[in-house]
């Protein structure tokens, strides 16, 4: 685990060990959620299995031990200063995909260009709030110009995004919380096989 300062408080990252890694996965968690979650740990091992090093981050709310989520902005601003010191340490070199569950799918599309990232895994992507579809944010996914997966339960209160130009969405049963980690692994297991073919 590395702590790692932000402008707006310590984060921390829980990197996985493997050998020779091919690529890296920064995952971010939901947002009342943590790294626990069975969604992040079936990617964690989908990744894991295809060579990629794997860091789940907890961004500085979480480890200030608040529940509720920063502000869209200062979570951006932390999880770009941690990719950013993660690329000039651990992670140098090797190519980066960037994603997250929930919350954290929307920081890693809204940030996708400013991390350089080569490819965006989102996990239950809120595409709106429960019963407003009126408040989409899929131009959150829409800005997003690399391959992009989305796992998404097939009864997500949250809303099923559509398939797009360089979107991929696999449907899995369940609801927003992906309680599946396998299916969520198996899913991200066919779609890292395509992208590292």
């Given at each position: ?9 310590l ?15 920064v995952?971010?968690?939901?947002a ?11 990617a ?15 961004q ?9 989520p ?47 990232s ?29 391959p ?19 979107r ?9 919380s ?20």
């Open positions: 685990m590395l702590e790692l300062d932000t402008p707006h408080g984060a921390r990252a829980h990197l996985s060990e493997i050998d020779s890694p091919v690529a890296a996965l995952l971010g968690h939901g009342g959620g943590g790294i626990e979650s069975a969604d992040l740990l079936g964690a091992r989908a990744a894991g299995k295809a060579g990629l090093l794997v860091a789940r981050i907890e500085p709310y979480r480890v200030a031990g608040r529940r509720s920063a502000p869209a902005a200062q979570l951006d601003a932390a999880w770009i200063s941690v990719v950013q010191q993660l690329q000039a340490g651990p992670l140098a070199a090797l190519p980066l995909l960037t994603g997250g569950r929930s919350s954290g799918a929307r920081v890693a599309c809204r940030t996708a260009a400013g991390t350089g080569a490819a965006v895994l989102c996990l239950a992507f809120p595409l709106h709030p429960p019963g407003r579809p009126e408040k989409s944010r899929l131009s959150e996914l829409e800005a997003v110009h690399v992009t997966l989305v796992v998404q339960g097939e009864n997500d209160p949250f809303g099923l995004p559509p398939p797009g130009r360089n991929t969405v696999i449907r899995i049963a369940g609801t927003h992906l309680a599946s980690g396998a299916a969520v692994e198996a899913a991200v297991s066919a779609w890292l096989a395509i992208l590292y073919a």
